[in-house]
């Protein structure tokens, strides 16, 4: 099965949560943002393009993907639905997550950072920030995870 | 191969184009107003229908020909075909052209008010108009992505017969 951890707001809460299920992050919560900073995807040369990314493969198997995309989830729901539609893919072969959450990342000092082009810090303050909502993102992997073995 | 022709609602311009690929609008523009809104998918499509794939048609050579809606999505081409990578697609499937340099403004604002507004007895005639307008533009981009296909062979088209 491929797994799909998206977001809308780009690729930093997906890799958090792949972290998590490729057990390279804790579930829980680590105190500082460091282990979530070595994350490949935090490196300030890192480039998403809105595509799938393969982040590696969990222990059942399952190839887990990234994907950021910026732009209305529920469009980009409804292609990847309509994409694997197309090509007669089974319904059991693929997974999305959704990591939604109501916290926003927007915070003067992002807005700041980013403005200025200050990437090591802006990207250090999205990590400040994961750890507030790394308790939603570790149940999104933890429900998946029991609801994976119980298929098996 | 499929082929995708993808804009912004998926309502006109895409179909226009699809259309006249699939042979469904005379090539020399001498089409009425109705032929085009006969079409499947003109200018009904709407927002909660946007990014899915449409059939319009099997064309001669065999190639499956799709609309989407892409809205404003940035990289819409790459995120497909990371899809199709992801799901290991051959990326030689996929024949992915945008529709939007064939939009006039007229299309434009008839689409918007028909799709966005629901003004559908204002907008409706005035994309008609539009695609009018501008179909010679789609005439020239889908000669072009023919010129671009690969051909298949007549025999894998029609196999054991022969073609006049």
């Known amino acids: 099965m491929k797994i799909i951890y998206f977001s809308r707001t780009g690729i930093f809460a997906p890799a958090v949560a792949a972290g998590i299920h490729l057990n390279q992050l804790p579930v829980h919560p680590p105190s500082m943002p460091e282990e979530i900073l070595s994350l490949p995807q935090f490196h300030p040369e890192y480039r998403a393009d809105n595509s799938p990314v393969l982040a590696g493969q969990d222990c059942r198997g399952h190839d887990i993907y990234i994907l950021g995309i910026n732009f209305d989830r529920h469009l980009v729901t409804r292609l990847i639905e309509s994409f694997a539609g197309m090509y007669d893919l089974p319904a059991a072969s693929w997974r999305m997550v959704d990591l939604e959450h109501r916290k926003p990342a927007l915070s003067l000092p992002l807005v700041l950072y980013r403005s200025l082009r200050l990437r090591k810090m802006e990207i250090h303050v999205i990590a400040l920030h994961l750890l507030r909502v790394y308790p939603f993102l570790a149940d999104q992997v933890v429900n998946l995870s029991r609801e994976l073995d119980l298929q098996t | ?164």
Request: proline fraction near 5%; include cysteine.
């Open chain 2, 1 to 164: 191969m499929k082929i995708i022709y993808f804009c912004y609602g998926g309502s006109h311009s895409s179909i226009a184009a699809a259309a006249t690929h699939l042979g469904l609008l005379p090539l020399t523009g001498d089409w009425q107003g109705k032929q085009l809104l006969g079409l499947p998918y003109f200018d009904v499509q709407v927002a909660s229908e946007h990014g899915r794939f449409q059939f319009m048609g099997t064309d001669l050579e065999g190639h499956q020909v799709y609309t989407i809606a892409s809205r404003n999505l940035k990289n819409f081409v790459e995120l497909v075909r990371g899809l199709a990578a992801m799901f290991s697609i051959p990326q030689e499937d996929l024949f992915i052209v945008s529709t939007k340099p064939c939009i006039n403004w007229t299309m434009a604002v008839g689409g918007f008010l028909s799709r966005h507004w629901g003004i559908i007895w204002l907008g409706r005639p005035i994309v008609v108009w539009g695609t009018k307008k501008s179909f010679f533009s789609f005439v020239t981009l889908v000669g072009q992505v023919k010129a671009e296909l690969p051909k298949t062979p007549v025999s894998l088209l029609y196999p054991g017969g022969s073609v006049k």
